[in-house]
C-alpha cells in the first residue's frame, strides 16, 4: 500500500515537474513608457532632449502643444527619424537648478539632438548680468562636456515684461532692458562656441496685441504662440540634422 502512495506521488511529482518545463509561465511584457504625448521609438537616428524651465516644460499648455513636441512632429513630417526623450525642464529652473538637476538627466540619456533655453528665472531672481554670463557659460560648457558629439542649438529668453501678468514682476521697462542684455550675452557666448541661436524674442513682443498667444495665467505662451516657435525653430534643426 505504502508503496502503491509512494509510486502516485512521485508520479505526480514528475509531471509537474514536466508541466512546468514545457508550459514555463508566461509573463506580461512591461510596456515601453515614455513621458512624451508623441510615441517612442528608441531606434530612431536623432534622440531629442530639450533644457530648459517653464517655456521648454510649457506651462499652462497640453504636452503634445509644447514647442519640443511639436517641433519633433513637425520633423517627422519632414522624414526625420526622431524621439522626443524625458523633458527635464521645470518651472522657476534657473542656470544652477539646469546644472544641477537636468544634466544628470541628459549623462544618463542617449541623446544627440539638444535645445537650450534659460535664463528668465536668473532675471527675475535679480541675477546681475555679470554673474549671469559666468552661470550661462559654465551650462553651455557642461552641456558640451556631457555630450560632446550632440548637436546644440538655443533659444532667446522671450520678453515676458510684456504679458497681461508681466507688470507683476516689476518695471515692463527696467525688465525689458535686462532681458535684452541677457539674450546679448546669450548670442555672444553661444557664437564663441558656434552654437545656432534662434531668436524668438520678436514673436514674444506680440503678446501684448495679440492675447490669444498667451494661457490663461496671462504670463506663459499658448500652444499658438508654441507654433509661431516651432515654425521659427524648424529650419535651424534642419539644418544642424542635416
Given at each position: 500500500m505504502h508503496k502503491n502512495l509512494l509510486s502516485i506521488i512521485l508520479v505526480i511529482v514528475v509531471l509537474i515537474i514536466v508541466a512546468i518545463l514545457l508550459f514555463p509561465k508566461k509573463s506580461n511584457p512591461v510596456p515601453k513608457t515614455n513621458s512624451q504625448t508623441l510615441p517612442g521609438d528608441s531606434a530612431a537616428t536623432v534622440q531629442y532632449m530639450p533644457l530648459g524651465d517653464s517655456y521648454t516644460i510649457g506651462e499652462g499648455v497640453r504636452e503634445q502643444d509644447r514647442f519640443p513636441n511639436q517641433l519633433t512632429t513637425r520633423l517627422r513630417e519632414k522624414g526625420y527619424s526622431i524621439e522626443l526623450l524625458n523633458n527635464p525642464s521645470?518651472?522657476?529652473?534657473?542656470?544652477?537648478?539646469?546644472?544641477?538637476?537636468?544634466?544628470?538627466?541628459?549623462?544618463?540619456?542617449?541623446?544627440?539632438?539638444?535645445s537650450l533655453l534659460i535664463g528668465v528665472n536668473d532675471q527675475v531672481r535679480g541675477t546681475d548680468t555679470e554673474t549671469f554670463r559666468a552661470r550661462f557659460i559654465s551650462v553651455l560648457d557642461k552641456v558640451k562636456a556631457t555630450k560632446p558629439q550632440a548637436r546644440i542649438f538655443i533659444l532667446t529668453i522671450p520678453n515676458y515684461s510684456l504679458t497681461p501678468s508681466g507688470k507683476k514682476f516689476g518695471d515692463s521697462a527696467k525688465n525689458t532692458e535686462e532681458l535684452t542684455v541677457y539674450n546679448k550675452i546669450i548670442n555672444e557666448e553661444a557664437r564663441k562656441k558656434n552654437i545656432p541661436v534662434v531668436d524668438i524674442w520678436e514673436i514674444s513682443q506680440?503678446?501684448?496685441?495679440?492675447?490669444?498667444?498667451?494661457?490663461?495665467?496671462?504670463?506663459?505662451?499658448?500652444?499658438?504662440?508654441?507654433?509661431?516657435?516651432?515654425?521659427?525653430?524648424?529650419p535651424t534643426a534642419e539644418s544642424i540634422l542635416r
Open positions: 521645470r518651472t522657476g529652473y534657473t542656470t544652477l537648478d539646469l546644472i544641477e538637476r537636468e544634466l544628470p538627466v541628459l549623462k544618463n540619456s542617449n541623446a544627440n539632438l539638444i506680440s503678446v501684448s496685441d495679440t492675447p490669444s498667444l498667451t494661457t490663461e495665467d496671462g504670463l506663459h505662451p499658448s500652444a499658438k504662440h508654441y507654433t509661431l516657435w516651432a515654425d521659427k525653430i524648424l
